[in-house]
């Protein structure tokens, strides 16, 4: 495990997180990104003209961490939210995760590792919902598929696996050129 972080540990991978009426929330979803066993990160926050006390906390915590930044800007929406992380996101690898969700703390390491051995431009993972402190349902496998492109668009096209952008790691590449 050592050495594995160690081959990793160049590799930044940068948090995008849209924020919008989610103090309830935020403390939780940025803690778990902060805590992540994978140190090589930067967190985009981006304060999509809230109206609640989230800007606010997002402050907080661009104050006491540096890998943290925040966006301020007009309401625009969370496709818009996004648009303005990529923008501003700095790293090799790109994430997406919504705020009012918490990540395991090998969220980073593990996609990563799973996209540097399979020379992958994107991972993808497992999630569980939960409500409180319990578990409603989940939806994980410890199994590795490997797709190439085509078969990667026609289980997407036909909603044969989850297509929530939090579930996955891609390569910032993938995005040249796409909003």
């Known amino acids: 495990a050592v050495m594995e972080l160690m081959l990793m540990k160049h ?17 939780r979803c940025v803690d778990s990104i902060l805590e992540q066993s994978y140190k090589h990160i930067e967190v985009i926050l981006v304060d999509d003209g809230t109206p609640d ?23 625009m ?15 090799e690898y790109l994430c997406f995760i919504d705020s009012d969700d918490f990540v395991h703390c090998d969220y980073c390491s593990g996609l990563l590792r799973l996209i540097q051995e399979y020379d992958a431009p994107m991972a993808v993972c ?9 578990v409603e349902w989940s939806q994980e496998s410890y ?5 190439n492109r085509e078969e990667a668009m026609y289980h997407l096209i036909n909603n044969e696996h989850t297509n929530y952008v939090w579930l996955r790691m891609c390569k910032k590449e993938l995005f040249d050129g796409i909003r």
């Open 11 to 27: 590799e930044l991978i940068s948090m995008i997180v849209p924020v919008y009426n989610v103090e309830a929330y935020i403390r």
């Open 53 to 75: 006390h989230s800007g606010t906390i997002c402050d907080e915590y661009a104050a006491s961490d540096p890998r943290v930044k925040v966006i301020h800007q007009k309401n």
């Open 77 to 91: 929406g969370l496709s818009e939210a996004r648009n303005s992380g990529m923008r501003e996101a700095t790293g």
């Open 143 to 147: 199994d590795v598929t490997v797709r």
């Open 126 to 134: 497992g999630y569980e919902f939960t409500t409180g402190d319990s």
